[in-house]
């Protein structure tokens, strides 16, 4: 298995690879090398860019809380 994709992150860490994503903020370069070191992100001349695993993890990270989500409503729902 590839680490960038079981990785765990923090839910800080999802925020901000998701800023990066939408070009909110260009964090710290030492933020970044943990994602770096696991292949999530990409240091280029301008900064930095989420890497093609990046996008893979922010994906299945999506799926993973909607999913959470759908559950606590089917659950919410079964007990009234």
Known sequence: ???GLV?????REISQ????QQGKSQPDPTG?????????VDER???FA???LGWLRLH?????ESAN?????ASTGADQ
């Open 1 to 3: 298995m590839v680490p």
């Open 45 to 47: 001349s301008g900064g």
């Open 60 to 64: 299945a990270e999506l799926k993973a």
């Open 50 to 52: 989420i890497a093609e």
């Open 69 to 73: 989500r759908g559950r606590g409503r």
């Open 17 to 20: 690879l998701r800023h990066l």
């Open 32 to 40: 970044f090398r943990r994602f770096i070191t696991l292949g999530l």
């Open 7 to 11: 990785a765990p992150l923090s839910p």
